[in-house]
């Protein structure tokens, strides 16, 4: 089978699953890389030619090589009934803490958003803790501002959930669907010619308002939805709440937030304060 069918099947298999764009991209990415590494055909390819490619991505972190046995093992296992990874050990997964914003900080990031449209995005990103993908896909059928609430659909796994819509927001949020409704456009933010705004454009917009705000940290999309998070459970909100609001489906990956939480840990009296008291 030539490189080329194999990718079309292993496409087409992950289409048929409900796999998200970013994951069908990830996959054909790392199967096509280890085809080419290895110069063979896919039925041709072996357990040794795993462990090579893997010891020449051997740089790269845990996440990722756990990501590429992924897509090589679903790859194989769809098309031609066979495991090359199968008795390959999986490295542990880092649990490295992410980069969070004071509220100051955000506040800074949002004034120095260059448009009334970027500022809408920043704020929303921060106020919803939706992912990039989520906020790329947000369409205007999915906004009740009646409810103050907007829908999620198919987010990552597939689920669906809801965000609340902040009263700071709303009535710049009804004006930006209703020029978006008027132009006959389906999604709340599109790019140049009424496409879907890219991802690349959203890290752009939030890097440069970092950069201008003099943020030092490293400042991305995502960084809003950590600082989302975090400030909800500095604020006393429930870890299960947050973990409902992020889309999480293992409680421990929202328990990360408890580790970086730095207000809550400020708040921790000293055994030695209390001793010397008495």
Same mark, same amino acid.
């Given at each position: 089978m030539k490189k080329e069918d194999f990718l079309k099947k292993i496409e087409i298999e992950l289409r048929i699953s409900k796999n998200s764009p970013y994951t069908i991209r990830n996959y054909l990415k790392a199967n096509e890389e280890l085809l080419? +590494?290895?110069?063979?055909n896919p039925e041709n390819i072996e357990q040794n @030619?795993?462990?090579? +490619?893997?010891?020449?991505?051997?740089?790269?972190?845990s996440s990722s090589i756990i990501l590429i046995l992924a897509a090589i093992r679903f790859a194989y296992t769809s098309l031609l009934q066979k495991d090359p990874t199968v008795s390959i050990k999986r490295p542990k997964?880092?649990?490295?803490?992410? @980069?969070?914003?004071?509220?100051?900080?955000? &506040?800074?990031? !949002?004034? $120095?958003?260059?448009t009334w449209k970027s500022r809408l995005i920043v704020s929303l990103l921060y106020a919803s803790g939706m992912r990039v993908s989520e906020l790329i896909n947000l369409r205007l059928k999915n906004l009740h501002f009646e409810e103050k609430i907007g829908h999620i659909k198919k987010a990552k796994g597939n689920k669906d959930r809801? +965000? $609340? !819509?902040? $009263?700071?927001? !709303?009535? @710049? &949020?009804?004006?930006?669907?209703?020029?978006?409704?008027?132009?006959? #456009?389906?999604?709340? +933010?599109t790019g140049r010619e009424g496409k879907q705004i890219s991802a690349q454009n959203l890290q752009? !917009?939030? #890097? &440069?308002?970092?950069? #201008?705000?003099?943020?030092?940290?490293?400042?991305?999309?995502?960084?809003? #939805?950590?600082?989302?998070?975090?400030?909800?459970?500095e604020s006393g909100t429930d870890i299960r709440l947050i973990q409902t609001l992020l889309g999480h489906s293992s409680i421990s990956t929202t328990e990360i937030y408890t580790h970086i939480s730095t207000a809550q840990l400020k708040r921790v009296v000293s055994p030695l304060d209390e001793l010397m008291k008495k």
């Open positions: 080419d +590494f290895a110069k063979k @030619d795993v462990k090579s +490619f893997l010891a020449e991505n051997s740089g790269k972190a997964k880092e649990r490295t803490l992410p @980069d969070v914003l004071t509220k100051e900080e955000v &506040l800074k990031l !949002i004034e $120095n958003t260059k809801i +965000f $609340n !819509i902040p $009263n700071y927001l !709303i009535e @710049d &949020l009804k004006r930006q669907a209703e020029e978006q409704k008027q132009k006959g #456009r389906e999604f709340l +933010f752009k !917009i939030v #890097r &440069l308002a970092a950069k #201008r705000a003099g943020i030092k940290k490293s400042a991305h999309c995502h960084t809003l #939805r950590h600082s989302y998070a975090t400030h909800l459970l």
